[in-house]
């Protein structure tokens, strides 16, 4: 494909996620070096257009949807080519960085599943979870970014920040889960701090539910904490967005903390203020020979520079 479609391609998937993740999209045109962001964001697009097939539109024609795109998304990685833009754009970029088909292979089968999440009976059925859908997931975009350390380590690295991202993403998310009838926490958690289903659905302020609350985010940030070790395997120039993604989270779970059982009655959210500070915290100044003007940059595929939605 010429120059001028690949750019489109990129800029397409820049505008989805702006549109849709605006804070992720932020942080990528912030953080990460000028020649690595339009592949960032189309990492990052890939996924959250395959999770908006599933999760929009009437529940009866999901899995047809879901199917369809699963269809097509298995047509492109075998011949290399989409009518997709999207589509077409990770396609370049899996491509330009090496990252193994296997993963969006992985992703496509875990989401499959997850299309009647059937809940976790125990640790260990969360954990397969991740391994089939979250870390897959994860490394569309994560995988992309170059390293210091070998593939399988550097995937490793990743397993752990999927994991303490997942299990916060199901604390805030954790009130409106259970009233749509989805409960993310394993039965075995609830059974141990003597917590019920209907205690957590009526949003019930006891001993057990913010006895489970406080367990679960200790699991998270033990997680988060080991996950660290992602920052130190990547180049410096890559090293902010990830310590500001693991910040946001550990934010999140700051968040979780202070809210204890209210978790179960209302959405946790991040405060906007504190993000804008986590940014600048993260950022680190480059030297005047490493900031591209726009003359400098090029439009050939192989380095682009970053699409301007």
Same mark, same amino acid.
């Given at each position: ?39 960032? &964001? ?56 090496? &990252? ?7 992703? &496509? ?201």
């Amino acid at each position: 494909m010429h120059a001028q479609g690949l750019r489109s391609d990129y800029t397409a998937a820049a505008r989805y996620l702006r549109r849709r993740e605006v804070a992720m999209w932020g942080a990528v045109r912030l953080l990460t070096p000028p020649e690595f962001q339009p592949h960032a &964001l189309a990492g990052a697009t890939m996924l959250a257009f395959t999770d908006d097939v599933c999760d929009r539109g009437p529940v009866c024609g999901r899995r047809k949807r879901f199917e369809a795109w699963s269809g097509h998304v298995q047509s492109a990685l075998d011949t290399g080519t989409s009518s997709h833009p999207l589509l077409r754009a990770y396609l370049h970029s899996a491509h330009a960085y090496g &990252l193994p088909r296997r993963w969006a292979d992985a992703y &496509l089968a875990g989401t499959r599943i997850d299309l009647e999440f059937p809940g976790f009976t125990d640790e260990d059925d969360y954990q397969r979870y991740v391994e089939t859908l979250t870390w897959p997931g994860l490394m569309l975009s994560t995988g992309l970014t170059p390293h210091l350390v070998a593939d399988e380590d550097f995937a490793a690295s990743c397993r752990l920040v999927a994991d303490g991202l997942q299990r916060v993403d199901f604390l805030t998310d954790l009130a409106e889960d259970v009233r749509s009838g989805r409960l993310t926490l394993p039965l075995a958690d609830l059974d141990r701090h003597g917590v019920s289903r209907a205690d957590l659905e009526a949003g019930r302020d006891t001993l057990g539910v913010r006895a489970l609350i406080s367990e679960t985010a200790g699991r998270a940030r033990a997680t988060l904490t080991a996950a660290r070790r992602t920052v130190d395997e990547v180049p410096d120039a890559y090293r902010p967005v990830v310590r500001c993604l693991l910040g946001l989270y550990d934010h999140r779970l700051d968040q979780v903390m202070a809210a204890g059982a209210a978790a179960t009655r209302r959405p946790v959210r991040e405060d906007p203020l504190t993000c804008l500070r986590l940014v600048a915290r993260s950022r680190r100044p480059a030297l005047p020979s490493q900031r591209p003007s726009s003359d400098d940059r090029t439009d050939t595929p192989a380095q682009l520079s970053s699409p301007q939605p």
